[in-house]
């Protein structure tokens, strides 16, 4: 049984960081297409940052530059880094993998029905 386990959410001033992590039980991360998704309150859930099993990753417009996604293979969880928050990045953030063979990723968007595991999602606060 695959589970993801998000961790690291929380309040932050604009311009701080904060560093999420998702476990996974069930499932490798470094062998098949991972990301995370985030969605506001009101908005359609959107992806932030993918990183594949040929560690090639691709970020969001609104996030590049900011954001950081890698995986941590000994403890198989994978983790986004997120540098000079913005008030605009404040949402619900959620780690989702691709079906098993599905090992490169979509381009970035809305999730595609081939993201079968999600976590249950942490929440993000960024205050002006």
């Known amino acids: 049984q695959v589970q993801l386990v998000e961790s690291g959410g929380g309040s932050v001033q604009a311009g701080g960081s904060l560093r999420l992590s998702c476990a996974a039980s069930g499932y490798t991360v470094s062998s098949y297409c991972v990301g995370w998704f985030r969605q506001a309150p009101g908005k359609e859930r959107e992806g932030v940052a993918f990183i594949d099993k040929q560690i090639r990753t691709t970020y969001a417009d609104s996030v590049k530059g900011r954001f950081t996604i890698a995986r941590d293979s000994a403890k198989n969880t994978l983790n986004l880094d997120m540098d000079s928050l913005k008030p605009e990045d404040t949402a619900i953030y959620y780690c989702?993998?691709?079906?098993?063979?599905?090992?490169?990723?979509?381009?970035?968007?809305?999730?595609?029905?081939?993201?079968?595991?999600w976590g249950q999602g942490t929440q993000v606060t960024v205050s002006s």
């Open positions: 989702a993998a691709r079906k098993y063979g599905l090992w490169w990723c979509p381009p970035i968007g809305p999730p595609t029905s081939d993201f079968v595991y």
